[in-house]
């Protein structure tokens, strides 16, 4: 079992920069990758971002540019960057780890780009 927990969320006003972090209860060392999902009202959860246990990234075309993934295996913590926040980004922001075949989710964190 994986917990995640999630921090970072707001309100922050279009332009703006946010740093969303995940903490894992066990090492990330041997995560096959883990990675930042959203969920907007009305809308599928998508991938924002991921990073693998190799340390490759791949990001949803509508951040490229402007967020970036990172991971600190010795704090167990994956973090996400974002820059140049658009009121398209709001949205729920959920941690996903993916170990061995199994899916594990954080709580989610709300981010809102708003003036």
């Known amino acids: 079992q994986v917990q995640l927990v999630e921090s970072g969320g707001g309100l922050v006003q279009p332009g703006g920069s946010l740093r969303l972090s995940c903490t894992a209860s066990r090492s990330t060392f041997s995560f096959n990758a883990i990675g930042w999902y959203r969920q907007a009202p009305g809308k599928q959860r998508e991938l924002v971002a991921r990073i693998s246990s190799g340390g490759s990234t791949n990001y949803a075309d509508s951040v490229k540019g402007r967020f970036t993934i990172s991971r600190d295996n010795a704090k167990n913590t994956v973090y996400l960057q974002m820059n140049s926040l658009k009121p398209e980004d709001t949205a729920v922001y959920y941690c996903?780890?993916?170990?061995?075949?199994?899916?594990?989710w954080g709580q989610g964190t709300q981010v809102t780009v708003s003036s």
């Open positions: 996903n780890a993916y170990v061995f075949g199994d899916n594990y």
